[in-house]
Antibody
Framework: EVQLLESGGGLVRPGGSLRLSCVGSGFSFKTFAMSWIRQTPGRGLEWVSTIGFNSGSTYFAESVKGRFTVSRDNSKDTVFLQMNDLRADDTALYFC????????????WGRGTPVTVSS | EIVLTQSPATVSLSPGERATLSCRASQTVSNYLAWYQQRPGQAPRLLIYDAVKRATGVPDRFTGSRSGTEYTLTISSLEPEDFAVYFCQHRWDWPPEFGQGTRLDIK
């Protein structure tokens, strides 16, 4: 059974940083791209970032480009989202997801970790 | 940027009825469209990809179809567990975008 478990969310002040982690199990982690998607009641689902299976390619939403980085450690079946210079509109529930094959579809999702940016 | 517009925003139906949910793209996304189901308090679940292909383990009462830039998710006979929010998503280009969702409520 595929499982994804996010951690690292919390309350942070504007301008602060957080590092989210997501551990995958039940599949060959090193062979799949992984993504981060966030959700808010107001803006719905918003794709944030994708990292290729071997970290050779990374992609970011314009809204986070230059502030967020994504990385992975295939020896630990873990993907990370480093979030810097956080803003109030980064407040959301952050999901990690396993991409479907080599596509930009999101086949399996974790339960999410909440991030709140507030003073 | 491609905009996906879902309709209706909310639909109320009874178990056993047929549900038809729509997602209209602002420009062509070819067949590169997916549907997801999100039950309360849960993560989204991939139902349909490439407009018409069912994801692993998805019951055959879920069917995707396409006519031009309009995509439809049909649930042939609603089960109690089908009452949820449904999102469409394209992968035509970067960034992949989601529709705003359709809430399917029990009547």
């Amino acid at each position: 059974e595929v499982q994804l478990l996010e951690s690292g969310g919390g309350l942070v002040r504007p301008g602060g940083s957080l590092r989210l982690s997501c551990v995958g199990s039940g599949f060959s982690f090193k062979t799949f791209a992984m993504s981060w998607i966030r959700q808010t009641p107001g803006r719905g689902l918003e794709w944030v970032s994708t990292i290729g299976f071997n970290s050779g390619s990374t992609y970011f939403a314009e809204s986070v480009k230059g502030r967020f980085t994504v990385s992975r450690d295939n020896s630990k079946d873990t993907v990370f989202l480093q979030m810097n210079d956080l803003r109030a509109d980064d407040t959301a529930l952050y999901f990690c997801a396993k991409n479907l094959a080599t596509t930009r579809y999101f086949e399996y999702w974790g339960r999410g970790t909440p991030v709140t940016v507030s003073s | 940027e491609i905009v996906l517009t879902q309709s209706p925003a909310t639909v109320s139906l009874s178990p056993g009825e047929r549900a038809t949910l729509s997602c209209r793209a602002s420009q062509t996304v070819s067949n590169y469209l997916a549907w997801y189901q999100q039950r309360p308090g849960q993560a989204p679940r991939l139902l349909i990809y490439d407009a018409v292909k069912r994801a692993t383990g998805v019951p055959d009462r879920f069917t995707g179809s396409r006519s031009g830039t309009e995509y439809t998710l049909t649930i042939s006979s609603l089960e109690p567990e089908d009452f949820a929010v449904y999102f469409c998503q394209h992968r035509w280009d970067w960034p992949p975008e989601f529709g705003q969702g359709t809430r399917l409520d029990i009547k």
